[in-house]
């Protein structure tokens, strides 16, 4: 995995460099949008993206993104509060502009700096989110703003997922990758449009009237089949060398981590008795993990929670039973190590979950 670091120490010289500053001031909101009060283009939407871009540049460390929203209905007012993702530490917010304007044409400037808008840990990893709402938004309002994660020197950052289409209309979209070194690209695209590569080296495609993600009963896992587009650096592997290389490292984690050790042998004696067949250990075994405590279904703990309970986070198997809870993957785990304990010959499987995606091996990324 490459790893996005924050640029502490030419954060000027980036500044200087960053599209989000040259274009910092927006362009005069065109009166036809102002008077929009619903979109042929997509009747009954409850708002619409007006335009939107991202250009990312791993060469020069940051990604800028914008967008500009109309809003038709008060449903539509949810896409005043952004939320943009970044690594703690690793990555940063950097020149943040936005502005609500009403279909009156007046205009209100959101009047905060990157660093007073609240931080929200999501996950193991630090990923986290800088939440800003747009102010004074009102049914009829357009909503634009633009903002830049920048990294640190010295890593490489992770290629871009450009997701095409959005919950809403989309009328006009840009995209914009300038990598640092060799990648490749897969995806799906709307009849007609292409990504397009620069004699810069810098891939593009340019969308209009891009439809919103459906919403049906019963459909198939919608990420397989919506307009997006995956980059990834390929380096020495083709797909065949890559899942084998990632595979053989995954599963020397899960041997690790499922070791069966002397607490977990306990442990295991502890569920199962010696005349038992394999299937009731099994079964024995899988009642027990049963009954821990789901961390995906409860909730997590917190640090200082697990520092007042005098916990600490799973490394081993043997953690998660002592604990008397984790995550599914920490459990499906512990039952690993336990049929390992118990001398069953077992194995552990990853797979995408239906609900998300079906597994491209042609998108050499394990998330």
Do not use: C
């Given at each position: 995995?490459?790893?996005?670091?924050?640029?502490?120490?030419?954060?000027?010289?980036?500044?200087?460099?960053?599209p989000?500053?040259?274009y910092?001031q927006?362009?005069?909101?065109?009166?036809?949008?102002?008077?929009?009060?619903?979109?042929?283009?997509?009747p009954?939407?409850?708002?619409?993206?007006?335009?939107?871009?991202?250009?990312?540049?791993?060469?020069?460390?940051?990604?800028?993104?914008?967008?500009?929203?109309?809003?038709?209905?008060?449903?539509?007012?949810?896409?005043?509060?952004?939320?943009?993702?970044?690594?703690?530490?690793?990555?940063?917010?950097?020149?943040?502009?936005?502005?609500?304007?009403?279909?009156?044409?007046?205009?209100?400037?959101?009047?905060?700096?990157?660093?007073?808008?609240?931080?929200?840990?999501?996950?193991?990893?630090?990923l986290?989110?800088?939440?800003?709402?747009?102010?004074?938004?009102?049914?009829?309002?357009?909503?634009?703003?633009?903002?830049?994660?920048?990294?640190?020197?010295?890593?490489?950052?992770?290629?871009?997922?450009?997701?095409?289409?959005?919950?809403?209309?989309?009328?006009?979209?840009?995209?914009?990758f300038?990598?640092?070194?060799?990648?490749?690209?897969?995806?799906?695209?709307?009849?007609?449009?292409?990504?397009?590569?620069?004699?810069?080296?810098a891939?593009?495609?340019d969308?209009?009237?891009?439809?919103?993600?459906?919403?049906?009963?019963?459909?198939?896992?919608?990420?397989?089949?919506?307009?997006?587009i995956?980059?990834?650096?390929?380096?020495?592997?083709?797909?065949?060398?890559?899942?084998?290389?990632?595979?053989?490292?995954?599963?020397?984690?899960?041997?690790?981590?499922?070791?069966?050790?002397?607490?977990?042998?306990?442990?295991?004696?502890?569920?199962?008795?010696?005349?038992?067949?394999?299937?009731?250990?099994?079964?024995?075994?899988?009642?027990?993990?049963?009954?821990?405590?789901?961390?995906?279904?409860?909730?997590?703990?917190?640090?200082?929670?697990?520092?007042?309970?005098?916990?600490?986070?799973?490394?081993?198997a043997?953690?998660?039973?002592t604990?008397?809870?984790g995550?599914?993957?920490?459990?499906?785990?512990?039952?690993?190590?336990?049929?390992?304990?118990?001398?069953?010959?077992?194995?552990?499987v990853?797979?995408?979950?239906?609900?998300?995606?079906?597994?491209?091996?042609?998108?050499?990324?394990?998330?």
């Amino acid at each position: 995995m490459r790893n996005p670091i924050f640029l502490h120490g030419a954060v000027l010289f980036l500044a200087a460099l960053s599209p989000a500053v040259v274009y910092a001031q927006f362009q005069p909101p065109d009166p036809e949008e102002l008077k929009m009060t619903s979109d042929p283009k997509a009747p009954g939407a409850d708002a619409a993206y007006l335009e939107m871009s991202e250009i990312d540049n791993n060469a020069r460390h940051f990604r800028t993104r914008y967008a500009r929203i109309k809003v038709l209905t008060e449903r539509g007012k949810e896409l005043a509060t952004v939320t943009p993702l970044f690594l703690q530490g690793d990555s940063e917010i950097y020149e943040l502009h936005g502005r609500t304007i009403h279909s009156d044409g007046t205009v209100i400037p959101l009047k905060v700096r990157p660093e007073d808008l609240l931080i929200v840990k999501n996950g193991d990893f630090e990923l986290k989110q800088k939440v800003f709402t747009l102010p004074d938004v009102d049914v009829g309002s357009i909503l634009e703003y633009r903002y830049d994660v920048v990294w640190r020197d010295g890593f490489f950052v992770d290629a871009p997922r450009w997701e095409i289409q959005q919950p809403y209309f989309v009328h006009k979209a840009h995209y914009q990758f300038t990598p640092d070194s060799d990648i490749l690209w897969s995806g799906r695209l709307p009849a007609g449009a292409d990504v397009k590569k620069s004699a810069s080296g810098a891939y593009s495609v340019d969308l209009t009237d891009v439809p919103p993600i459906p919403k049906e009963d019963w459909m198939p896992p919608i990420r397989s089949f919506f307009y997006e587009i995956s980059f990834h650096y390929h380096g020495e592997f083709d797909s065949t060398d890559f899942w084998k290389s990632e595979t053989e490292d995954w599963s020397e984690g899960i041997n690790r981590f499922a070791q069966p050790s002397k607490a977990v042998k306990a442990a295991v004696n502890g569920q199962i008795a010696p005349g038992d067949s394999d299937l009731d250990k099994a079964k024995k075994l899988y009642a027990a993990v049963q009954a821990l405590d789901n961390t995906d279904y409860s909730r997590e703990k917190t640090e200082t929670e697990m520092k007042q309970l005098n916990l600490k986070a799973a490394k081993h198997a043997e953690d998660t039973w002592t604990q008397k809870s984790g995550s599914s993957e920490d459990i499906a785990m512990l039952y690993l190590a336990m049929l390992r304990a118990a001398g069953l010959s077992a194995y552990a499987v990853k797979v995408v979950d239906r609900d998300k995606a079906v597994f491209d091996p042609s998108y050499l990324d394990t998330d």
